[in-house]
Nanobody, 129 residues
Framework: QIQMVESGGGVVQAGGSLTLSCIVS????????MGWFRQTPGKEHEGISC????????FYANSVKGRFTVSRDNAKQTLYLQMTDLKPEDTARYFC??????????????????????RGQGTQVTVSS
């Protein structure tokens, strides 16, 4: 059974930083690309980043490019998201997700929920102005 446990969220002032973690179990972690998504109430999940299996290829949504950095430790089966220069519009619940599109460990062609599987509860990030 695949499990994902996100942590590291919290309340931070605008301009601050947070690092999120996602511990994954129940699959061979380094066989898969991993993504980060976020969601605010009443809205669809927004794909914000993807990292392929060996950390060679990364993709970011324009809204976070230059401020967020995704990384992974395959030995620890853990995905990270370092967030800097946080803005109030970054306030959301953040989820990690595993690629289910069969791209051989590479990121799918788009950061869309239909390519990913979600198993965690997410972690809340709140940025105050």
């Amino acid at each position: 059974q695949i499990q994902m446990v996100e942590s590291g969220g919290g309340v931070v002032q605008a301009g601050g930083s947070l690092t999120l973690s996602c511990i994954v179990s129940g699959l061979i972690f380094d066989d898969y690309a991993m993504g980060w998504f976020r969601q605010t109430p009443g809205k669809e999940h927004e794909g914000i980043s993807c990292l392929n299996w060996n950390s060679v290829d990364t993709f970011y949504a324009n809204s976070v490019k230059g401020r967020f950095t995704v990384s992974r430790d395959n030995a620890k089966q853990t995905l990270y998201l370092q967030m800097t220069d946080l803005k109030p519009e970054d306030t959301a619940r953040y989820f990690c997700a595993v690629d289910q599109g069969g791209y051989g460990g590479d990121c799918p062609p788009a950061l869309l929920t239909r390519y990913f599987g979600f198993r965690g509860q997410g972690t809340q990030v709140t940025v105050s102005s």
